[in-house]
T-cell receptor, first 120, second 108 residues
């Protein structure tokens, strides 16, 4: 199957600092990647859809100026949590869907390992 | 309106039993579905894909799709403690949002 790699796996930062999380598709080109956030014992919440070469589409209630998404290449999307606060502490997961070869994604999502952010 | 509805559980079964996880959907246009498994603290992973009516078996896992009744289910035979996880169903051409899934606990 396709491989999506996420880095870092764990990050601890001080309140007010910014943290960047990288998501890479290792063996396929991902025109679209998805960013999720998951709090303990809660469901995956879609934050935004990241489109290569264009602006991300954010879900309602997600602050685009706080969660900066850049998808500058077909294999890399980054999520930057700016001015992080303790309430931003969460498990952030990226995913990508593999193109079917006909211009449509298969719909199957391959997930990165996730990044656990702790803001002190 | 959510694309799919699942009983969030928790569902608890003894080791060796059959675990039955169910998912109903509202869009009759949905033709195929994925089942993902998410262990606590980990990312989801795909375990089954079903696109035609009836059953699809893969080892101890059987996915069932009933388009007339608009439900899809996942059966886990001979459940093991290692099957304890949250199971998520999602339509193939969905909006990439997930519900709470069903949390399964298999007790030794």
């Amino acid at each position: 199957g396709a491989v999506v790699s996420q880095h870092p796996s764990w990050v601890i930062c001080k309140s007010g600092t910014s943290v960047k999380i990288e998501c890479r598709s290792l063996d396929f080109q991902a025109t679209t990647m998805f960013w999720y956030r998951q709090f303990p014992k809660q469901s995956l919440m879609l934050m935004a859809t990241s489109n290569e070469g264009s602006k991300a589409t954010y879900e309602q209630g997600v602050e685009k100026d706080k969660f900066l998404i850049n998808h500058a290449s077909l294999t890399l999307s980054t999520l930057t949590v700016t001015s992080a606060h303790p309430e931003d502490s969460s498990f952030y997961i990226c995913s990508a869907s593999v193109p079917s070869g006909r211009g449509r994604n298969t719909g199957e999502l391959f997930f990165g390992e996730g990044s656990r952010l702790t803001v002190l | 309106q959510k694309e799919v509805e699942q009983n969030s559980g928790p569902l608890s079964v003894p080791e060796g039993a059959i675990a039955s996880l169910n998912c109903t959907y509202s869009d009759r246009g949905s033709q195929s579905f994925f089942w993902y498994r998410q262990y606590s603290g980990k990312s989801p992973e795909l375990i089954m894909f079903i696109y035609s009516n009836g059953d699809k078996e893969d080892g101890r896992f059987t996915a069932q799709l009933n388009k007339a009744s608009q439900y899809v289910s996942l059966l886990i035979r001979d459940s093991q403690p290692s099957d304890s996880a949250t199971y998520l169903c999602a339509p193939q051409q969905g909006d990439m949002r997930f519900g709470a899934g069903t949390r399964l606990t298999v007790k030794p």
